[in-house]
């Protein structure tokens, strides 16, 4: 069946999973068939709050709505945008411009919420996800959203991609304060510094104070990458899965037992991250790992849309 006749088809629904490091899309036809996939560069609803943000994220969203529309012409929008807390006219406009049809038709939410529905129906279990940042979540039963964390990298958002490359720095550092040079002999420290261009403070210091959060989160590639050759690089691998589980029995302790879910990019960095979560889970915890499938869940929903959901989290 051609493009074309699926679109005739009562509509094709265009899925989006924004995050710090990546946006995802993914078109699917009524039914749920995926029909196409891809990315672009990261965005976050926080960039709204600026000029140069604005512009970032509308220049992100002409780039994917580009993509998009070489595959198919998609009638309604399910997108799930990192720091999304409910005021999104702006994007909303934006989006439906640039695809080509109403406002309307354009639902934004946050992506914990994608990442939820695509992972469990309500009330079912609770989602831990770590991508830029962290988040444990919750929809209940009755459509209301839990959470555990999720308050941002400058507070907490433990094992995340940011929290693992801030910890990857603190280490390297604080080692050099006390045996400047020593960074020569450490495989974490030489893939840290190979990433950000150099072992000169002010390298390190502008990358992680004057970059987006999602480009110093990418620094956690390097972090897994020497894992297996550096025991350091190793233990800020399993201490973020500790912190991931700690979300998880967060929610256990003030909602009771459920199966968990783990999901996002930085989840699937290695595997020492989910291991060590299992072992910080209570025994008899049901663990599934759902990698990172967002995109296809929205595009789902588009496709397929469910009733006004008030589960929405802020």
């Not at 490091?21 to 926080?46: E, F, K, N, Y």
Request: net charge negative; charged share 20%.
């Amino acid at each position: 069946m051609s493009n074309h006749d699926l679109e005739l088809n009562s509509g094709i629904g265009l899925g989006i999973d924004a995050g710090g490091t990546q946006t995802r899309w993914a078109l699917a036809a009524p039914g749920g068939s995926i029909i196409a996939s891809g990315h672009v560069g990261g965005l976050s609803a926080l960039q709204m709050s600026n000029t140069a943000g604005r512009e970032a994220v509308h220049a992100t969203f002409t780039e994917l709505a580009r993509d998009v529309l070489r595959h198919g012409h998609p009638v309604r929008v399910r997108a799930g945008l990192t720091g999304f807390g409910g005021d999104g006219e702006q994007l909303q406009r934006w989006l439906a411009e640039l695809l080509h049809m109403s406002p309307r038709a354009v639902t934004l939410c946050n992506d914990i919420e994608i990442a939820y529905l695509g992972s469990f129906t309500p009330g079912e279990g609770y989602l831990v996800y770590a991508g830029t940042g962290s988040i444990g979540a919750f929809i209940d039963a009755g459509g209301e959203f839990h959470r555990a964390g999720g308050r941002g990298v400058m507070l907490d958002d433990g094992g995340g991609g940011f929290w693992i490359a801030r910890e990857a720095l603190r280490c390297v550092w604080r080692n050099e304060d006390e045996r400047p040079g020593c960074w020569q002999e450490s495989p974490l420290a030489r893939a840290v510094f190979d990433y950000i261009g150099g072992d000169d403070w002010s390298l390190s210091r502008q990358f992680i104070y004057a970059q987006e959060r999602g480009e110093v989160g990418k620094l956690a590639l390097a972090v897994a990458a020497s894992a297996e050759q550096d025991p350091a690089a190793a233990r800020i691998l399993e201490e973020a899965g500790r912190e991931l589980a700690r979300l998880a029995k967060a929610l256990t302790k003030r909602f009771g037992p459920r199966p968990v879910a783990l999901a996002g990019r930085a989840a699937e960095l290695h595997p020492l991250i989910a291991q060590s979560m299992r072992d910080a889970l209570p025994s008899g915890t049901s663990l599934s790992l759902m990698g990172s499938q967002g995109h296809f869940a929205a595009a789902r929903l588009a496709a397929d849309p469910l009733p006004n959901s008030k589960h929405r989290p802020s």
